[in-house]
């Protein structure tokens, strides 16, 4: 079996140094409590009081008011989807391109929850109008839905998208814009081109919900559990910071999504890093394989402006053990009750032998970005969300295949050295 010892296992190390810390503990990890924005700037007030008819494509930020949009007409998407698209003008380090194009709606109003560890959520009325706001550490262009699929279509099967994203957000038109941007889609762009998934916001929806989407064609189904317990749940987005959403809602629709996607069909994003032990990551992951689905992964990073921004991002050691282990559980077989932890819940034995995990490591495949597939491979996630959970000189999701130097620094961050000669990484040419 492969047996190692995280540095400090088992020693106790006081929060006050977090520094030196090799995990995010609980206690450590406490969000601020929200401020409730003064009246005159709750839901989208200002916006929709200065009613500026958009023009196009508007680049968050631009030193311009801010426009009234507002789902379906207009969706908001990621920068390096914006780039991709040809729209925006830039360049990624180490990236051509992203594989998905996410879409998330838009509305003045905002998401109306107040989750910690995100920058669009509802406290951060007063400080930046919706379509400003930074979403995991980059800005959002919004642009019109009808120019975005003409130029999909346009493209055909030469668009470098691999698949597409509806996100929804909390806002009591979520729902049926989901359909009516799903539909729009459908009708020009064949999803077996560029298949679609959608990152669901539960709190508003019904099983009915749900079984519309699949009918109209979506491919996979997934939930933003985002929390790996309860209590966290409740923490960060529930109860205690005056946030509507509820762990057994949440579970509720994923288990509906099982039912009506159907295996390897639907699954759950976690943020690792949150104050759970590695042990209860890998539990959740395991839970979700037994259940015929996937787990998708995100290291926490402190986003500016959210209720978390004054926590650290996750220690690399943590993150890459359940990188690694989420990898052996989804896609290898392995099960957590085959891997050992220690006292505090972090992996010392992942539960294969030695050889078997050295090559695992080498192929690199396990610390790329986790998310639903592309063309490459089952495993190689088409949402590759390049830097969206850490700075580029310290890659916590790898947005493309690690190369011999990456996977040498993976190691220096596992503490596990390899056996034998490292080879070269898999589909290092993708
Ligand atoms: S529901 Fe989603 S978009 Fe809204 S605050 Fe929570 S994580 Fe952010």
Redesign the pocket.
């Given at each position: 079996m492969s047996c190692y010892r995280p540095e400090g296992a088992g020693t106790a190390t006081p929060a006050a140094s977090a520094d030196a810390l090799d995990h995010n503990p609980y206690a450590l990890m406490q969000p601020r409590v929200p401020v409730r924005p003064p009246k005159e700037a709750r839901n989208g007030a200002r916006v929709i009081a200065n009613h500026v008819a958009p023009q196009g494509v508007y680049l968050p930020n631009n030193n311009v008011l801010t426009p009234y949009m507002r789902s379906p007409e207009y969706v908001q998407m990621s920068t390096a989807a914006a780039i991709t698209l040809g729209i925006m003008k830039g360049r990624m380090y180490r990236c051509s391109c992203t594989r998905c194009l996410n879409l998330l709606l838009t509305y003045p109003e905002g998401?109306r929850?107040?989750?910690a560890?995100?920058?669009?959520?509802?406290h951060r009325e007063a400080e930046r109008d919706y379509a400003d706001r930074n979403?995991i550490r980059v800005d959002w262009p919004a642009v019109p839905l009808a120019q975005t699929i003409d130029i999909v279509a346009r493209d055909g099967a030469a668009t470098p998208f691999h698949r597409m994203c509806i996100s929804m957000?909390?806002h009591p038109r979520s729902d049926d814009d989901t359909v009516t941007v799903l539909k729009a889609w459908t009708d020009r762009i064949d999803p077996s081109t560029v298949p679609v998934s959608i990152l669901s916001?539960p709190?508003t929806m019904r099983r009915e919900d749900v079984q519309r989407l699949k009918e109209l064609g979506a491919d996979i189904f997934t939930v933003?559990l985002?929390a790996a317990t309860p209590e966290i749940f409740d923490r960060t987005?529930g109860k205690g910071v005056q946030?509507p959403?509820s762990w057994g809602h949440y579970w509720e629709i994923l288990e509906d999504a099982r039912d009506i996607f159907g295996p390897q069909k639907f699954g759950a994003h976690i943020i690792v890093g949150m104050g759970e032990t590695e042990h209860d990551t890998l539990s959740l992951v395991q839970r979700l394989v037994d259940m015929g689905g996937h787990s998708h992964m995100f290291c926490f990073f402190p986003e500016k402006g959210s209720l978390m921004d004054h926590l650290p991002a996750t220690p690399r050691d943590q993150w890459r053990r359940v990188q690694l282990g989420r990898y052996l559980i989804d896609y290898r077989g392995v099960r957590v009750d085959r891997m050992r932890f220690d006292g505090e819940g972090r992996v010392i034995d992942f539960g294969i032998p030695t050889g078997e995990l050295d090559d695992v490591i080498d192929q690199g495949v396990a610390f790329r970005t986790s998310g639903c597939p592309g063309k490459v491979a089952e495993d190689v996630s088409a949402c590759d969300r390049p830097y969206g959970d850490s700075p580029p000189s310290d890659i916590a999701s790898y947005p493309f295949a690690p190369n011999r130097g990456d996977i040498r620094k993976i190691r220096r961050q596992l503490r596990i050295v390899p056996k034998k000669a490292v080879p070269a990484t898999r589909d290092a040419a993708d």
């Open positions: 998401c929850a107040n989750c560890y995100c920058g669009l959520a509802r979403f957000i909390t916001n709190t933003a985002d987005r946030s959403h």
